[in-house]
């Protein structure tokens, strides 16, 4: 099993679109999502290359994969991560709606 580790600007990410959702929808669907969001991340400690290369792959340097989600049926948000020896590092979570990650993003 890897180590899966949120870096802070993921986690800033995750609670900043937490704040949103509450404060512009619902406390309960925000505290769902959250929560929902940060189980499956947590589950990329078995076998996360099964996730997808993330489009801007070729731009960086090491190998960034996506794991979608969304609640209900629709994926709103993306975790960008990356495998390194025995850690899952969570990069960034973006909002699909949002540009693809540049270099320097990172």
């Known amino acids: 099993m890897l180590e899966v ?3 802070e600007t993921a986690q800033n990410e995750l609670e ?3 704040h949103w959702w509450a404060t512009n929808r619902s406390r309960e ?3 769902q ?3 929902g969001f ?3 991340m947590l589950r ?3 076998s996360p290359e099964r996730y997808a290369v993330a489009p801007e792959n070729d731009d960086f340097p090491l190998e960034i994969r996506q794991l979608n989600y969304g609640v209900g049926r629709k994926s709103t948000h993306r975790a960008v991560f990356t ?3 025995n850690r899952v590092i969570i990069l960034r979570v973006r909002h699909l709606a949002q ?3 540049a270099a320097g993003d990172d």
């Open 44 to 46: 990329l400690e078995s």
């Open 5 to 7: 580790v949120l870096s």
């Open 83 to 85: 495998i390194r020896a």
């Open 33 to 35: 999502w959250y929560n």
């Open 99 to 101: 540009e693809p990650l």
């Open 38 to 40: 940060l189980t499956v």
């Open 16 to 18: 900043s679109a937490h």
């Open 29 to 31: 669907q925000a505290d």
